[in-house]
C-alpha cells in the first residue's frame, strides 16, 4: 500500500496532493510506533520535500497540509526518533528549519504543534549520545528563534512553551562538554558553555530591547540562569521581564497568565464538586461529554 501511495503524493501537481496521506502515515506511525522505523526513509523523501514547499512559501495556502504535515514529524520525532539520527545533515537541517518556521506560525494550533514538537526532539537528543553534536549546530538557532517568537505580542499564546524551551536550552548547557563556541569568532575563550550562553543572550536581548540598559538585560539574563532548575520562578522571572518591556507594557497580556487562570479555574471546580448539589449533573454530563 505504501509504494502507490507515497508515490501518488510525490509526483502530483501540488493542488492534487491530498492532505489525509500526511495523516494517514501519522496515524499508523501512533499506532505502530517502532516497527515504522524502517519505513520513515521512505516516507520522508516521499512527502517531506514537496509538501514544506506548498507550505512555506506564505502562511496561508494549504492549511489542512500544514497541521497534518507537523502532525506527522511529531509522530516521527516521538515514536521513530532514530530515523531522525540517522537523517543526513542537510536533511535533519530541514527539519529544524521546519520546525521553527512552525513555531514562527500565526495560526495558534500550528505554532503550538511545532514548540511541543520541538520539545520532544530537544530532550530526545539530550539523552542521545548526540547532544554534543546538535547543540553545537543548532543551540544558538533554537535560542535566537525562541526569544524572536517570546519577544513578539502576536505570539503571547505560545508563551508556557516559549518558556519551557528555553528552559530546557539552558539547562542543557551543564551537561555538554564540547564548547558552543567557534574558537574563531569570540574576542576570548570561554571557561565553559554557561559563560558563552550569558554574554550571547545578552547580546541578543540587547538588540531586540533597544530601549533597555545593558545593565537591566544583564540582571534579566543573570536571573534566568540562577532560577533555571525552578520552572515556576524561571517563568515568572521571564514574564515579569515581558510585561515591563515598552513593547507588552501597552498590551493585554492575559495570555502569558493563561496557565495560571486555567490552574484556578480547575480548583475552582474541585471546590464546587466537593458541595453536594452545587453542579447540576446535567453539567457534569455535559463535562464528561466534552472530555
Known amino acids: 500500500m505504501m509504494d502507490p501511495v507515497l508515490g501518488d503524493y510525490a509526483r502530483n501537481v501540488p493542488d492534487a496532493r491530498e492532505s489525509e ?43 489542512e497540509h500544514r497541521l497534518k504535515f507537523f502532525s506527522l514529524l511529531r509522530a516521527i520525532g516521538t515514536h521513530c526518533f532514530q530515523a531522525l539520527i540517522q537523517l543526513s545533515s542537510q536533511q535533519l537541517k530541514l527539519v529544524i528549519d521546519s520546525i521553527n518556521w512552525a513555531f514562527r506560525h500565526t495560526e495558534r494550533n500550528i505554532a503550538e504543534t511545532g514548540l511541543s514538537l520541538l520539545l520532544e526532539i530537544l530532550k530526545k537528543f539530550q539523552a542521545s549520545g548526540f547532544q554534543n553534536q546538535f547543540y553545537k549546530t543548532y543551540f544558538l538557532t533554537i535560542e535566537q528563534e525562541i526569544f524572536a517568537v517570546l519577544t513578539d505580542t502576536f505570539h503571547k499564546p505560545g508563551f508556557k512553551l516559549h518558556v519551557s524551551v528555553l528552559q530546557h536550552l539552558f539547562c542543557a548547557v551543564d551537561g555538554l562538554t564540547e564548547p558552543l563556541w567557534d574558537a574563531s569568532s569570540v574576542p576570548y575563550q570561554y571557561t565553559d558553555n554557561a559563560m558563552f550562553v550569558r554574554d550571547y543572550t545578552i547580546k541578543l536581548l540587547g538588540t531586540s530591547f533597544p530601549n533597555m540598559t545593558v545593565t537591566e538585560v544583564t540582571k534579566f ?38 496557565e495560571e487562570a486555567a490552574a484556578q479555574r480547575e480548583r475552582e471546580r474541585q471546590r464546587m464538586l466537593a458541595i453536594p448539589g452545587l453542579i447540576a449533573p446535567s453539567e457534569l454530563q455535559d463535562e464528561m461529554v466534552d472530555s
Open 21 to 63: 496521506v500526511l495523516s494517514l502515515f501519522a496515524t499508523i506511525i501512533n499506532k505502530y510506533k517502532g516497527e515504522m522505523l524502517e519505513d520513515v526513509p521512505r516516507i520522508f523523501e516521499a512527502v517531506f520535500q514537496c509538501t514544506l514547499e506548498m507550505i512555506t512559501k506564505n502562511f496561508e495556502d494549504y492549511p
Open 221 to 258: 539574563v543573570d536571573g534566568l540562569l540562577s532560577s533555571k532548575l525552578d520552572l515556576p520562578s524561571f517563568k515568572n522571572h521571564i514574564r515579569d521581564f515581558l510585561v515591563q518591556s515598552k513593547e507588552f507594557s501597552v498590551q493585554d497580556n492575559k495570555d502569558l497568565y493563561a
